[in-house]
């Protein structure tokens, strides 16, 4: 049974870093794209981050580009995200979720276009000082 399991949130100061990881069990996560999304209070669920499968093309949301970076760890079959000066705005409930399909090319950073088959629970990262 396929399940992703994201971990590395918490609570950080202003400027602060994270690295937040997805997991996979069940499925090898090389091929497909994985997308990092987050949801904050009161707010619709937004794509972050994105890296496609066999090319691993990378895209980011504006408001994280130059702080965030996604990467692939295949030996584990873990995607992870480094976030670095972090803002109170990045306050939100982060989550993985995996592509539909195999697939290379710009991945979308849409959350509900049916892209994105199977999501993790989630990790909650504060940022506060």
């Known amino acids: 049974q396929l399940q992703l399991v994201e971990s590395g949130g918490g609570l950080v100061q202003p400027g602060g870093s994270l690295r937040l990881s997805c997991a996979a069990s069940?499925?090898?996560?090389?091929?497909?794209?994985i997308g990092w999304f987050r949801q904050a209070p009161g707010k619709e669920r937004e794509g972050v981050s994105c890296i496609a499968g066999r090319d691993y093309i990378t895209n980011y949301a504006d408001s994280v580009k130059g702080r965030f970076t996604i990467s692939r760890d295949n030996a584990n079959n873990m995607v992870s995200l480094q976030l670095n000066m972090l803002k109170p705005e990045d306050t939100a409930v982060y989550y993985c979720?995996?592509?539909?399909?195999?697939?290379?090319?710009?991945?979308?950073?849409?959350?509900?276009?049916?892209?994105?088959?199977?999501w993790g629970q989630g990790t909650q990262v504060t940022v506060s000082s």
């Open positions: 069940g499925f090898t996560l090389e091929n497909n794209a």
């Open positions: 979720a995996l592509g539909w399909r195999p697939s290379s090319g710009i991945c979308t950073l849409v959350p509900d276009n049916g892209r994105y088959i199977y």
